[in-house]
């Protein structure tokens, strides 16, 4: 049977785009769906039209021209046009593998996941477009209470059984944690945002100014100590933090107690709380305050070094700086751009440590090599006294800083710290677009995020169905409504096959120009034989100006109809 047998060719409708191919060319993929057509008995296991002798599937037909180029050419390329999720999706439908792709079109295939990869790092950020609802509605609106529901939904919590409602603690679990931990799930989730934002502000600046000598007096202290032979009073001087500024510490630490507390006791999660790296860094940053308020009044020794102690890790409360990212999206965007460029930073780390070693070992080599050749202590007249010390330089020279404490002296030295500089910015230069891409994509889908509208879960309503005494069917779609209604023979056929249909007797004349015709239970004052008669509604745009004359036609089953005279009606 040759190639170009008709019985060999095979006509497939694709979302309405008929394709048409050899049955050897489907064949070329065996296991697929579509070599299952070229089998005798496709007629029989797929949507077979014997009329117009082709088989039907309602799937995309765009990407079906593609796949059916695959048969023929045994390359699988990408269309740039179509969504990746889409194109995985048909690909599983006719049983191809993904990775079958191209080479030329596989970035473009995986684009779509790892946007999706992106887009789930931001699952649990408040990104969405919450908070601009809430200023449109007000407390008690729905957008409120969908919110609710959404989150009681996605925390697994749920009224019970029988459809009463929950307990205290189900009703309003979800919703402290939510005022707590997700700025933009409502109103008062803001407010509760913008004080926890000022007292990490208030926080952060107390730090600072402690370490002012402004707010660190010299006082003089008189300690007793017991001895041998009695007492000895020992007079020693000692900074001390101004007293407000401790006082304005403990407030700032009575709020970011009371937020630690309400976020365990009302987290979903327990497990999940704890390891997260911002409630951890909460914890140590609230601990030393409590225990330097304890051990204050201790006049031991080792209380004393416990204070000591306690006064040199309280540069923790700078890391509360990180609790920020909960309220700002491009810190969030930042921090996802670090985790997702570490191969870039490690490719970086190893490019400037490869260059240090070059370069700090030819410095030295040059600089000695450069003042006095042939002298052994040529590198005590150098500022390279050896190769570790080279290595500062060369960081310094590579990142293109040049503090200027230490540099060359000699013209090969100076030769060896222009390569430096250079291979420098060529280092550098490499892995930062990368890692400025990583970036512009996060801060691009964390955008599109937090506009993109909530879903709401709307449909069309369901129409009446036939017989029943809402049904009104309104054929304004018919031809004689359009523009060519006067040249168009099918509009006239159309409303009397449907008053046939209906039982209605053929009028003699045609509906006037510009009518509307109804079917169906039609509520009206007019006088009926039954109170479930079917009426037919001939309604005349033309008369009257607004006034429009009303004909109603009662259907007497197989006897055909009667008038129904109504009084004219306002529009």
């Known amino acids: 049977m040759g190639q170009g047998d008709e019985s060999e060719r095979i006509v497939i409708n694709v979302g309405g785009t008929r394709h048409q191919t050899y049955r050897s060319t489907l064949r070329t993929l065996p296991g697929t769906r ?30 079906f021209a593609h796949i059916l180029n695959y048969y023929r050419t045994g390359k699988l390329h990408c269309p740039a046009d179509v969504c990746g999720p889409l ?64 989150m009681t939904k996605r925390l697994a919590l749920s009224d019970s059984p029988d459809g009463r409602p929950g307990g205290f603690w189900r009703r309003w679990q979800p919703r402290i944690w939510a005022l707590f931990e997700d700025p933009y799930s409502s109103r008062y989730a803001r407010y509760v945002a913008f004080a926890s934002l000022f007292f990490i502000l208030v926080s952060i600046t107390t730090f600072c100014l402690e370490t002012h000598e402004r707010f660190n007096p010299i006082v003089n202290k008189t300690e007793i100590e017991n001895v041998r032979n009695g007492t000895q009073v020992r007079y020693y001087r000692e900074a001390e933090t101004e007293a407000f500024l401790t006082y304005i510490e403990g407030v700032c630490v009575v709020w970011f107690t009371f937020e630690f507390l309400m976020r365990v006791v009302f987290c979903p999660n327990k497990v999940e709380f704890i390891k997260n790296s911002l409630n951890i860094i909460d914890f140590v940053a609230i601990l030393p305050f409590y225990l330097e308020v304890g ?40 921090g996802h751009t670090l985790r997702a460029s570490t191969n870039e930073f490690l490719l970086l780390i190893i490019f400037l440590a490869l260059g240090v070693l070059i370069f700090a070992t030819m410095i030295y080599y040059a600089e000695r090599i450069g003042a006095q050749p042939n002298d052994p202590s040529a590198s005590e007249h150098t500022h390279f006294k050896n190769i570790p010390i080279g ?44 890692i400025v891409n990583n970036f512009g994509m996060y801060y691009s889908l964390a955008m599109a995020k937090q506009k993109l509208p909530k879903k709401k879960k709307k449909h069309i309503p369901r129409p009446p169905q036939l017989g029943s005494p809402n049904y009104c069917k309104s054929v304004v779609n018919s031809p004689h409504h359009s523009t060519q209604s006067d040249t168009c023979p099918l509009a006239q056929e159309e409303i009397l096959e449907i008053n046939r249909a209906a039982g ?55 006897a055909g109809a009667r008038r129904v005279n109504v009084a004219p009606r306002e529009l």
Not at 35 to 41: I, R, S
Not at 91 to 119: K, N, S
Request: proline share 6%.
């Open 34 to 63: 579509l070599a299952w057509l070229a089998e005798p008995d496709a007629h029989s296991h797929f949507d077979y039209d014997p009329r117009a002798d082709e088989f039907f599937f309602d799937r995309h037909p765009g990407v």
């Open 504 to 558: 209605v007797r053929d009028l003699g004349y045609p509906p006037p120009r510009g009518a509307v015709v109804f079917r169906g239970v039609i509520p009206t004052s007019a006088p009926r034989s039954s109170s479930h008669s079917p009426f037919f509604l001939l309604a005349a745009t033309h008369v009257d100006g607004h006034r429009v004359g009303v004909s109603l036609w009662e259907s007497e089953g197989e």
């Open 87 to 150: 194109y995985e999706e048909e690909l599983a439908f006719w049983g191809i593998d993904e990775t079958d792709v191209e080479p030329c079109c596989w970035m473009t295939y995986r684009q779509h996941r790892d946007a999706e990869e992106a887009l789930d790092s931001f699952g649990g950020a408040p990104l969405d477009n919450s908070a601009d609802d809430a200023d449109a509605e007000g407390p008690g609106d729905s957008g409120d209470g969908e919110d609710e529901l959404e």
């Open 295 to 334: 051990l204050s009044g201790l006049s031991s020794k080792a209380a004393k070094d416990v204070l000591g102690f306690l006064r040199v890790v309280r540069f923790v409360r700078i890391l509360r700086i990180f609790k920020l990212t909960r309220h700002f999206v491009g810190l969030r965007v930042l």
């Open 391 to 434: 290595f500062w330089w060369a960081v310094v020279t590579m990142t293109t800083l040049g503090y200027g404490d230490m540099y060359p002296q000699t013209w090969s030295g100076m030769l060896v710290g222009a390569l430096c500089a250079l291979a420098g910015v060529l280092t550098i230069a490499m892995p930062v677009p990368v």
